[in-house]
Nanobody, 121 residues
Framework: QVQLVESGGDLVQAGGSLRLSCAVSGIIFRMNDMGWYRQVPGKQRELVATITSGGSTNYADSVKGRFTISRDSAKNTVYLQMNSLKPEDTAVYYC???????????????WGQGTQVTVSS
């Protein structure tokens, strides 16, 4: 089994910063792409940022220049540094990981339970 546990969500004022962490545990042969998504009530979950095993990153236009995704492969952890936060960044943030659990095995997609980020104006 694989588990993803997010942390770091909080209430912060507009213009402030937060750092989200997502620790992955379990049977992991290979950690492939990882990412952060967010969702507000009544809307679809949307991509925030992704990072490949090689370190290539991709960001939603709405967060470019403000958010930075990174990963520590030795710790099986992915981070999201969020700066210059805006009220519209308020959402539940979910971690996603594409994981192969054994040699030549399939790539399975896993989600964390989510962490709430609230930005007050």
């Amino acid at each position: 089994q694989v588990q993803l546990v997010e942390s770091g969500g909080d209430l912060v004022q507009a213009g402030g910063s937060l750092r989200l962490s997502c620790a992955v545990s379990g049977i992991i042969f290979r950690m492939n792409d990882m990412g952060w998504y967010r969702q507000v009530p009544g809307k679809q979950r949307e991509l925030v940022a992704t990072i490949t095993s090689g370190g290539s990153t991709n960001y939603a236009d709405s967060v470019k220049g403000r958010f930075t995704i990174s990963r520590d492969s030795a710790k099986n952890t992915v981070y999201l540094q969020m700066n210059s936060l805006k009220p519209e960044d308020t959402a539940v943030y979910y971690c996603n990981a594409h994981i192969t659990s054994y040699y030549a095995g399939p790539v399975n997609y896993y989600w964390g339970q989510g962490t709430q980020v609230t930005v007050s104006s």
